[in-house]
Protein backbone atom coordinates (compact mmCIF):
# COMPACT_ATOMS: atom_id res chain seq x y z
CA UNK A 1 0.00 0.00 0.00
CA UNK A 2 1.46 3.34 -0.82
CA UNK A 3 1.50 6.63 0.90
CA UNK A 4 1.02 10.15 0.23
CA UNK A 5 1.78 13.46 1.58
CA UNK A 6 -0.70 15.56 0.63
CA UNK A 7 -0.37 19.87 0.44
CA UNK A 8 -3.96 20.23 2.42
CA UNK A 9 -5.29 23.97 1.86
CA UNK A 10 -8.48 23.62 3.16
CA UNK A 11 -9.94 24.16 -0.40
CA UNK A 12 -12.38 21.44 -2.21
CA UNK A 13 -9.69 20.63 -4.42
CA UNK A 14 -7.08 19.25 -2.06
CA UNK A 15 -9.71 17.65 0.35
CA UNK A 16 -11.08 15.89 -3.43
CA UNK A 17 -7.33 15.20 -4.27
CA UNK A 18 -6.75 13.01 -0.90
CA UNK A 19 -10.25 11.46 -1.47
CA UNK A 20 -9.21 10.14 -4.95
CA UNK A 21 -6.12 8.09 -3.82
CA UNK A 22 -7.55 7.32 -0.80
CA UNK A 23 -10.55 5.14 -2.77
CA UNK A 24 -7.40 3.36 -4.40
CA UNK A 25 -6.13 2.27 -0.97
CA UNK A 26 -3.76 5.30 -0.59
CA UNK A 27 -2.70 6.64 2.92
CA UNK A 28 -3.01 9.99 3.04
CA UNK A 29 -1.67 12.19 5.28
CA UNK A 30 -2.19 16.01 5.20
CA UNK A 31 0.09 18.36 5.83
CA UNK A 32 -0.88 21.86 6.54
CA UNK A 33 2.01 24.92 5.97
CA UNK A 34 0.55 27.89 8.03
CA UNK A 35 1.60 31.50 7.82
CA UNK A 36 -0.02 34.63 9.34
CA UNK A 37 -1.13 35.21 6.13
CA UNK A 38 -2.95 31.33 6.07
CA UNK A 39 -4.10 28.15 8.11
CA UNK A 40 -3.13 30.79 11.09
CA UNK A 41 -6.34 29.75 13.24
CA UNK A 42 -4.14 26.19 13.90
CA UNK A 43 -1.25 28.31 15.33
CA UNK A 44 -2.59 27.95 18.93
CA UNK A 45 -4.97 24.67 18.18
CA UNK A 46 -3.03 22.32 16.09
CA UNK A 47 -5.37 19.37 17.49
CA UNK A 48 -8.50 21.01 15.05
CA UNK A 49 -6.68 19.88 12.01
CA UNK A 50 -5.55 16.35 13.55
CA UNK A 51 -9.23 15.69 14.39
CA UNK A 52 -10.12 17.01 11.00
CA UNK A 53 -7.38 14.63 9.25
CA UNK A 54 -8.96 11.56 11.07
CA UNK A 55 -12.56 12.28 10.50
CA UNK A 56 -12.09 12.32 6.25
CA UNK A 57 -10.54 8.69 6.55
CA UNK A 58 -6.79 10.35 6.02
CA UNK A 59 -4.15 9.63 8.11
CA UNK A 60 -3.68 11.92 11.47
CA UNK A 61 -2.24 15.40 9.83
CA UNK A 62 0.44 17.60 10.10
CA UNK A 63 0.63 21.38 11.19
CA UNK A 64 3.80 22.90 10.10
CA UNK A 65 4.61 26.81 10.64
CA UNK A 66 7.00 27.96 7.76
CA UNK A 67 6.90 31.75 8.47
CA UNK A 68 10.30 32.16 8.81
CA UNK A 69 11.25 30.49 5.45
CA UNK A 70 7.90 32.32 3.68
CA UNK A 71 9.15 35.91 4.46
CA UNK A 72 12.09 35.44 2.79
CA UNK A 73 10.30 34.66 -0.49
CA UNK A 74 7.85 37.23 0.62
CA UNK A 75 10.35 39.94 0.24
CA UNK A 76 11.74 39.15 -3.17
CA UNK A 77 9.60 36.63 -4.75
CA UNK A 78 11.25 35.37 -7.88
CA UNK A 79 8.44 35.26 -9.70
CA UNK A 80 6.66 38.33 -8.34
CA UNK A 81 2.99 38.70 -6.98
CA UNK A 82 -0.20 38.43 -8.21
CA UNK A 83 -3.01 41.66 -7.70
CA UNK A 84 -1.31 42.61 -4.56
CA UNK A 85 1.57 41.04 -2.12
CA UNK A 86 0.44 37.53 -3.08
CA UNK A 87 3.35 35.48 -4.44
CA UNK A 88 1.71 32.24 -5.47
CA UNK A 89 4.35 30.46 -7.59
CA UNK A 90 6.86 31.02 -5.47
CA UNK A 91 4.58 29.89 -2.36
CA UNK A 92 3.69 27.14 -3.99
CA UNK A 93 7.97 25.94 -4.77
CA UNK A 94 8.45 26.63 -1.22
CA UNK A 95 5.58 24.46 0.42
CA UNK A 96 6.51 21.71 -2.33
CA UNK A 97 10.22 21.67 -1.23
CA UNK A 98 9.31 21.48 2.54
CA UNK A 99 7.28 18.61 1.38
CA UNK A 100 9.97 16.72 -0.39
CA UNK A 101 11.68 16.86 3.00
CA UNK A 102 9.31 15.17 4.92
CA UNK A 103 8.98 12.07 2.88
CA UNK A 104 11.42 10.13 4.37
CA UNK A 105 10.89 10.88 7.68
CA UNK A 106 6.87 9.74 7.06
CA UNK A 107 7.75 6.80 4.81
CA UNK A 108 5.78 8.25 2.18
CA UNK A 109 6.22 7.40 -1.29
CA UNK A 110 5.18 11.06 -2.95
CA UNK A 111 3.57 14.19 -2.58
CA UNK A 112 0.08 14.77 -4.00
CA UNK A 113 -1.66 18.62 -4.11
CA UNK A 114 -5.39 19.58 -5.74
CA UNK A 115 -3.83 21.70 -8.36
CA UNK A 116 -6.26 21.65 -11.67
CA UNK A 117 -4.64 22.66 -14.71
CA UNK A 118 -5.45 26.37 -15.35
CA UNK A 119 -7.94 26.80 -12.98
CA UNK A 120 -5.43 29.84 -11.84
CA UNK A 121 -4.30 32.04 -14.34
CA UNK A 122 -0.90 32.80 -11.96
CA UNK A 123 0.05 29.28 -10.46
CA UNK A 124 -1.93 26.29 -12.51
CA UNK A 125 -1.28 27.37 -15.67
CA UNK A 126 0.75 24.36 -17.49
CA UNK A 127 4.14 26.55 -17.81
CA UNK A 128 3.68 27.39 -14.13
CA UNK A 129 3.03 23.30 -12.94
CA UNK A 130 6.59 22.83 -14.86
CA UNK A 131 8.18 25.34 -13.30
CA UNK A 132 7.42 24.43 -9.79
CA UNK A 133 8.47 20.79 -10.51
CA UNK A 134 11.46 22.01 -11.60
CA UNK A 135 12.59 24.37 -8.69
CA UNK A 136 11.18 22.16 -6.08
CA UNK A 137 12.82 19.57 -7.94
CA UNK A 138 10.42 16.91 -7.50
CA UNK A 139 9.94 15.93 -10.77
CA UNK A 140 8.29 12.55 -11.31
CA UNK A 141 7.15 12.55 -7.41
CA UNK A 142 4.51 15.30 -7.19
CA UNK A 143 0.96 13.96 -8.63
CA UNK A 144 -1.73 16.32 -9.04
CA UNK A 145 -4.85 13.51 -8.81
CA UNK A 146 -7.63 15.95 -10.36
CA UNK A 147 -5.94 16.52 -13.45
CA UNK A 148 -3.46 13.82 -13.89
CA UNK A 149 -4.37 12.52 -16.98
CA UNK A 150 -3.78 15.61 -19.03
CA UNK A 151 -0.14 15.57 -17.47
CA UNK A 152 3.11 13.74 -17.58
CA UNK A 153 2.89 10.00 -15.90
CA UNK A 154 4.37 10.35 -12.26
CA UNK A 155 6.66 7.48 -11.00
CA UNK A 156 3.78 6.08 -8.65
CA UNK A 157 2.03 5.45 -11.42
CA UNK A 158 4.16 4.08 -14.03
CA UNK A 159 5.24 1.53 -11.07
CA UNK A 160 1.89 1.04 -10.89
CA UNK A 161 1.64 2.28 -7.24
CA UNK A 162 -1.45 4.66 -8.29
CA UNK A 163 -4.09 3.45 -11.04
CA UNK A 164 -3.69 6.09 -13.51
CA UNK A 165 -7.19 5.07 -15.04
CA UNK A 166 -8.96 6.11 -11.55
CA UNK A 167 -7.34 8.96 -11.79
CA UNK A 168 -8.88 12.46 -13.13
CA UNK A 169 -8.65 15.27 -16.03
CA UNK A 170 -10.43 18.49 -14.58
CA UNK A 171 -8.82 21.74 -16.18
CA UNK A 172 -10.00 25.19 -16.05
CA UNK A 173 -11.97 27.20 -13.76
CA UNK A 174 -15.50 25.13 -14.19
CA UNK A 175 -16.48 23.68 -10.99
CA UNK A 176 -19.11 21.73 -11.44
CA UNK A 177 -17.04 18.64 -11.80
CA UNK A 178 -15.79 19.32 -8.13
CA UNK A 179 -19.08 19.97 -6.74
CA UNK A 180 -20.58 16.83 -8.00
CA UNK A 181 -17.76 14.29 -6.86
CA UNK A 182 -18.36 16.27 -3.40
CA UNK A 183 -22.01 15.15 -3.88
CA UNK A 184 -20.94 11.78 -4.40
CA UNK A 185 -18.71 11.48 -1.88
CA UNK A 186 -21.18 12.94 0.33
CA UNK A 187 -19.46 16.36 1.34
CA UNK A 188 -21.96 18.60 3.39
CA UNK A 189 -20.08 21.48 3.78
CA UNK A 190 -18.04 22.60 0.97
CA UNK A 191 -15.05 24.59 1.72
CA UNK A 192 -13.90 27.84 -0.38
CA UNK A 193 -11.87 27.35 -3.61
CA UNK A 194 -9.04 28.49 -2.25
CA UNK A 195 -7.14 28.60 1.30
CA UNK A 196 -7.91 31.77 2.26
CA UNK A 197 -4.55 33.77 2.13
CA UNK A 198 -4.82 37.16 3.38
CA UNK A 199 -2.39 38.35 0.80
CA UNK A 200 -5.18 38.36 -1.46
CA UNK A 201 -7.26 40.63 0.40
CA UNK A 202 -7.44 43.92 -1.34
CA UNK A 203 -6.80 45.56 2.66
CA UNK A 204 -4.55 43.42 4.08
CA UNK A 205 -2.89 42.38 0.34
CA UNK A 206 -2.27 46.32 0.03
CA UNK A 207 -1.05 46.84 3.03
CA UNK A 208 1.30 44.19 3.25
CA UNK A 209 2.44 45.44 -0.31
CA UNK A 210 3.20 49.00 0.88
CA UNK A 211 5.01 47.51 4.18
CA UNK A 212 7.48 45.41 1.33
CA UNK A 213 7.98 48.43 -1.27
CA UNK A 214 8.87 50.73 1.70
CA UNK A 215 11.21 48.26 3.11
CA UNK A 216 9.38 48.37 6.55
CA UNK A 217 10.21 46.18 9.55
CA UNK A 218 9.07 42.97 8.32
CA UNK A 219 9.59 40.08 10.79
CA UNK A 220 7.51 36.90 12.45
CA UNK A 221 5.81 39.48 14.79
CA UNK A 222 4.96 42.32 12.48
CA UNK A 223 3.56 39.94 9.81
CA UNK A 224 1.02 38.95 12.93
CA UNK A 225 0.28 42.48 13.58
CA UNK A 226 0.11 43.44 9.49
CA UNK A 227 -3.19 40.97 9.63
CA UNK A 228 -4.84 42.99 12.44
CA UNK A 229 -6.48 45.99 13.53
CA UNK A 230 -5.88 49.51 11.90
CA UNK A 231 -2.20 50.31 10.74
CA UNK A 232 -1.24 53.93 10.32
CA UNK A 233 2.06 54.47 7.80
CA UNK A 234 3.51 57.27 7.32
CA UNK A 235 7.04 58.42 6.63
CA UNK A 236 9.19 57.31 9.70
CA UNK A 237 5.69 56.36 11.59
CA UNK A 238 3.90 52.75 11.82
CA UNK A 239 1.34 52.80 14.31
CA UNK A 240 -1.26 50.12 15.07
CA UNK A 241 -4.42 50.60 16.66
CA UNK A 242 -6.80 47.50 17.64
CA UNK A 243 -10.21 47.68 16.59
CA UNK A 244 -11.91 45.67 19.30
CA UNK A 245 -11.26 43.79 22.70
CA UNK A 246 -10.12 40.20 21.31
CA UNK A 247 -7.76 42.38 18.64
CA UNK A 248 -6.20 44.25 21.59
CA UNK A 249 -5.37 41.11 23.42
CA UNK A 250 -3.75 39.41 20.81
CA UNK A 251 -1.70 42.39 19.52
CA UNK A 252 -0.24 42.70 23.39
CA UNK A 253 0.53 38.94 22.91
CA UNK A 254 2.47 39.24 19.90
CA UNK A 255 4.19 42.39 21.09
CA UNK A 256 4.76 41.42 24.71
CA UNK A 257 7.72 43.84 25.28
CA UNK A 258 9.18 44.19 21.75
CA UNK A 259 7.02 47.86 20.91
CA UNK A 260 5.75 50.55 22.83
CA UNK A 261 2.02 49.76 23.70
CA UNK A 262 -0.48 52.68 24.90
CA UNK A 263 -4.23 52.89 26.40
CA UNK A 264 -6.02 55.63 27.34
CA UNK A 265 -7.13 56.05 30.72
CA UNK A 266 -10.42 55.29 29.60
CA UNK A 267 -11.72 52.61 27.17
CA UNK A 268 -10.03 53.00 24.32
CA UNK A 269 -8.31 50.26 21.91
CA UNK A 270 -4.30 49.55 22.01
CA UNK A 271 -1.79 51.81 20.46
CA UNK A 272 1.02 49.77 19.40
CA UNK A 273 4.17 51.53 17.77
CA UNK A 274 5.83 49.78 15.41
CA UNK A 275 8.48 52.42 13.86
CA UNK A 276 8.69 56.13 14.88
CA UNK A 277 8.87 57.64 17.85
CA UNK A 278 5.92 60.04 17.85
CA UNK A 279 4.55 62.57 21.33
CA UNK A 280 2.66 61.14 23.47
CA UNK A 281 0.14 63.82 23.02
CA UNK A 282 -0.15 62.34 18.99
CA UNK A 283 -0.59 58.60 20.77
CA UNK A 284 -3.34 60.26 22.35
CA UNK A 285 -5.22 61.85 19.67
CA UNK A 286 -5.63 59.07 17.50
CA UNK A 287 -6.60 56.91 20.54
CA UNK A 288 -9.23 59.31 21.43
CA UNK A 289 -10.41 59.41 17.30
CA UNK A 290 -11.31 55.87 17.87
CA UNK A 291 -12.89 55.71 21.63
CA UNK A 292 -16.07 57.55 21.19
CA UNK A 293 -16.19 56.53 25.27
CA UNK A 294 -13.43 58.19 26.26
CA UNK A 295 -14.37 61.83 23.73
CA UNK A 296 -17.61 61.65 26.14
CA UNK A 297 -16.10 61.35 29.27
CA UNK A 298 -13.26 63.59 28.04
CA UNK A 299 -16.55 66.26 27.16
CA UNK A 300 -18.31 65.38 30.60
CA UNK A 301 -14.96 67.01 32.11
CA UNK A 302 -13.13 64.06 32.94
CA UNK A 303 -9.46 63.41 32.74
CA UNK A 304 -8.61 61.29 29.77
CA UNK A 305 -4.92 60.56 30.00
CA UNK A 306 -2.63 58.19 27.91
CA UNK A 307 -0.99 55.78 29.39
CA UNK A 308 1.71 53.43 28.23
CA UNK A 309 1.66 49.58 29.44
Given at each position: ?????????????????G???K?????????KF????F??K?????????????????????????????????K??????????N??????????????????????????????????????????????????????????P???????????????L?????????????????????K??????????????L???????????????????????????????????????W????????????I??????????????????????????????????????????????????????????
Amino acid sequence: MGKALLLFSDGLDSLLAGLVLKTQGIKVIPVKFITPFFGWKYKKNPEIFYQKSLELGFEKGLVLDITEEYLQILKKPRYGYGDFANPCLDCKILMVRLAKTLLSELGADFIATGEVVGQRPMSQNRQALETIERDAEVKGILLRPLSAKLLEPTIPEREGLVDREKLLDLQGRQRKPQLELAKKWGIKEIPTPAGGCLLTDPQIGSRVLKVLKEKRLLTYKTAQLLCLGRHFLEENLWVILGRNQEENQTIQEIVEKEFPLYMLSQSSPVACVVEGNPPVEFIRELLLKYAPKARKRLAEGEAVECIKL
